[in-house]
């Protein structure tokens, strides 16, 4: 067997990490014969209920989890790191605004991103989840000069999953058999759920999904704004946050990072805009399609875009060039 990688959950105390962590440790991310040391971060008040937490895991006896390590250090937790997934961020609270919010986030993600500088292995993948996923993973890599940018990256999978889904049960068909949904931009109501070069494959043929769901009005309509109002619907219903499939889904990213996407199959990731792709600015986490092999994603390049689908593109990154430089603002202080 191969030697133990170390893999770091921050909020590990939290409900997201309550979902991802049993998932991580039995196999299904990093692989079933990858062997694993599980380092927690949470903060100093939830250290006891992290211990409850390691408890569990060791409960499971899982055979690929060979050590568990919670803490509120970040010189331990970020120590050789293969893989960090940041889940834990500054919530909103009750009559805090806006920029208070982000401010608070910025000071947590610089002070992470300087820690994986200093501590983690340089090759290390480092998934940003806690909100706002893009700039924090923005400030999180621009804190950590000496990783190359191309190993940060922000979830967007849960609304790649979401879209997929929702085309599926339109079309009867297990998630399965929907393909190349695209994410672009920002992980907020703003980003657009793209279906132009989704493939959906009917009796083994691949079609465009315009031409099986025979519904555009839907498809440029109730299906874009269902997906993306899709977590305020389950806080409405819940009134927790989506957790099972959002831990679902970072399993994913990190799995195709981890092992690579499948041929002719393209995920969504929130990465980092060069400037050279479909017209999105520089130095932004924007989320694109994205093939992966060699643990090295590359932008899809070259799909068509229509106007319609033009103006959604450039919607959601000024929102994210307005919240980059309100943050980079903060991050000098
Ligand atoms: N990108 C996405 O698709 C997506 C989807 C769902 C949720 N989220 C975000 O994920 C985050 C976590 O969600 P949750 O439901 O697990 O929340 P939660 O409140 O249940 O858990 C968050 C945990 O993070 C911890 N934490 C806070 N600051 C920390 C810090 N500086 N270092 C380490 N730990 C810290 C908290 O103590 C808490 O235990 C939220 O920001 C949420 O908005 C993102
Ligand atoms: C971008 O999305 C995040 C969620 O990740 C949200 O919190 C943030 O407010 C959005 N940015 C702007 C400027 O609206
Ligand atoms: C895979 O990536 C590693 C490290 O980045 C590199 O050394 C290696 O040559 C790559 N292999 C292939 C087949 O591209
Ligand atoms: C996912 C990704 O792009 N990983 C890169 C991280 O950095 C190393 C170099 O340290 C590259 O080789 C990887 O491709």
New binding site residues.
Partial sequence: MADPIRVLVTGAAGQIAYSLLYSIAKGDVFGKDQPLILLLLDITPMLPVLDGVVMELQDCALPLLREVVPTDKEEVAFKDLDAAILVGSMPRKEGMERKDLLKANVAIFKSQGAALDKYAK??V?VLVVGNPANTNCLITAKSAPS??K??FSCLTRLDHNRARSQVAMRCGIPADNVRNVIIWGNHSSTQYPDVHHCKVSVKGEDKPAFDVVKDDTWLKGDFISTVQQRGAAVIKARKLSSAMSAAKAICDHMRD?WTGTAEGEFVSMGVYSSGNSYGVPDDLIYSFPVTIK????KIVEGLEINDFSRAKMEATAAELVEERDTAISFLAV
């Fill in positions: 340089k090759t993948k990783i190359p191309e190993n990072i060699n643990k090295t994603w």
